[in-house]
């Protein structure tokens, strides 16, 4: 039970005393999150709204496919990802093993899936007066389209959240693309997993707090900004 | 109101974008990458030598501590440039095959089987030989790497030596598939034996205040020699390995200034490994 009361303290004390070890980690953890999401986000949105909007053939089986696609496991991305990037894979030439853009990259994959599903059943979800309503009152098609997604916002910043969170915790594509380099390709999450595995097990739970705490800031941001 | 929280929203906004454009950039790694094993990563070594290293030659280095088999498949793969690994025999058919050039031996420690003060199987003192035989008699836990390391390879080539065929489903053998430190502790937790280097075994112990559970059971003998080398990864076989740098950290490593540091860095009073790239 001790190491656990420590833990909480030597988190306290890592994040207020500047520890170099813990902010490279939470660096790196922020930088992946933030390029992964920003690409998901790019492509996602405007798939899912597609998906949830538009009626097109086999759009049944476009979403079971992309519902699959929810369950995809992250030591597979990881897999995946570490065979194309390898030196000797299709984009070894970029160099991307053991950097954070290669990690970016397979938390973009894990990310892209949530964010396609959430978004088209945010929009499928909107009022079904709505266009209607957008329609009645001299709504262009553009202006139909900007209406709904305005409409859906919040649960698609919720959709955000959820791929956001997804991808902060992620150990398995962190691990096998980021190598776990010390300085350079350490997150938070792969910290913990050698803390842990060194029996250092206060360090570890300081670390998960950290995590908890940048969460915590993230979504306290996103309330302010859904306030109306 | 609404107008205040408008432009409340729009700074904070502003403020995450900048937050973001602050970090350091992203640019393909032109520092030396190296691949080793996880003892001298979990020692504290390689963090230890780095910056000695970098003072020195200007070169940055970033590693990633696996078992020696992966390491080596790192190299063959040409995803790292240098290669920090200990299994001897692996090694020079390593080298025979083309992938790697250059290997040089840089310093050692031995392998020690490590268990439970208890001792349950009763070989304390014993030879490798005759631990292993009892230990399979007695059915105690072992705990193995699993993991195609270097000490996993010895532990194999040890039981082989013992006249027994490597262990495998048995109850009581346990294969973690993960480092040393965290086999080491898994040990612990099970009360089981587990072979490691010395070199982890001290910081484990200095780790836990000088007072492991575990204690060391068997030592000595020249089959227990644990040998660490340096191998450039062959810039025959990877055009695009950055030899320079990997030329520059093997000199280094083997000069005598690092080899110095490598006969410095104690734990517990006790060196962890022995420097011996002149012999």
Redesign the interface.
């Known amino acids: 039970m001790d190491f656990i009361l420590q833990g909480t303290a030597q988190a306290l004390d890592l994040l207020f005393s500047g520890d170099p070890e813990t902010f490279s980690a939470v ?1 790196a953890t ?2 992946v999150s ?1 390029y992964a999401m920003a690409a998901s986000l790019a492509m996602g949105i405007p798939l899912g709204f597609a998906l949830g909007h538009a009626d097109f053939a086999g759009k049944r089986q476009v979403r079971l496919v992309v519902d699959t696609l929810l369950s995809l496991p992250t030591v597979f991305i990881g897999l995946l990802v570490y065979a194309f990037v ?3 894979g299709p984009l ?1 030439e ?2 991307l ?5 290669g990690i970016a990259m397979g938390q973009t994959i894990l990310a892209l899936p949530i964010v396609i599903a959430l978004t088209a059943t945010a929009i499928e979800n909107t009022d079904a007066g709505l266009r209607t309503t957008l329609l009645s009152l001299g709504a262009g098609r553009r202006h139909l389209l900007t209406g709904t997604l305005w409409e859906a916002r919040h649960a698609i910043l919720a959709a955000a959240l959820t791929a956001y969170g997804r991808v902060m915790t992620e150990v398995g594509i962190s691990m096998m693309v980021g ?6 390709t350490r997150t938070i999450t792969t910290a913990i997993a050698l803390e ?5 097990f206060a360090t570890g739970i300081a670390l998960g707090l950290v995590l908890l705490a940048i969460a915590f800031g993230v979504n306290a ?1 996103v309330s ?2 859904r ?1 109306k | 109101m609404k107008i205040q929280f408008t432009a409340c929203k729009a700074v904070f906004l502003g403020a995450c974008i900048l937050m973001l454009m602050c970090r350091p950039g992203w640019t393909a790694s032109p520092e030396l990458l190296m691949a080793t094993t996880t003892s001298t990563d979990n020692t504290g070594l390689l963090d230890y030598l780095a910056p000695h290293f970098t003072e020195a030659t200007g070169i940055e280095i970033k590693w990633t501590a696996t078992g020696t088999g992966k390491a080596l498949e790192l190299g063959k793969r040409c995803d790292v440039d240098v290669l920090l690994v200990h299994a001897p025999d692996a090694e020079k058919q390593y080298v025979a095959d083309g992938y790697g050039i250059n290997r040089q031996p840089i310093m050692y420690n031995d392998f020690v089987v490590i268990g439970p003060k208890s001792d349950p199987a009763d070989i304390r003192g014993k030879t490798t030989k005759a631990a292993l035989n009892a230990i399979r008699a007695s059915g105690s836990r072992f705990v193995s790497r699993g993991d195609d390391s270097g000490t996993h390879k010895k532990e194999i080539a040890l039981w082989q030596a013992a006249g027994l065929t490597p262990p495998d489903r048995e109850s009581w053998y346990i294969q973690t598939g993960q480092g040393m430190l965290p086999s080491i502790n898994i040990a612990a937790e099970q009360s089981g034996y587990i072979l490691t280097d010395r070199g982890t075994y001290i910081k484990y112990a200095h780790d836990k205040g000088g007072n492991p559970p575990l204690i060391i059971v068997v030592e000595g003998g020249d089959m227990l020699r644990n040998q660490y080398s340096v191998i450039q990864v062959s810039p025959e076989n990877c055009p695009d390995v950055r030899a320079e740098k990997a030329r520059a950290f093997s000199g280094w490593i083997a000069g005598q200034h690092a080899q110095q540091l490598i006969d410095g860095f104690r734990l517990l009073d006790k060196k962890l490994f022995i420097p011996n790239a002149d012999q």
Not at chain 1, 97 to 101: C, E, M, N, R, V
Not at chain 1, 179 to 184: F, V
């Open positions: 660096a922020l930088t933030s390898s030196r000797q070894g970029m160099g093993l053991f950097t954070l853009p190598g776990n380099i010390k300085w350079h842990t595995g060194k029996g250092q941001g302010f900004l306030r």
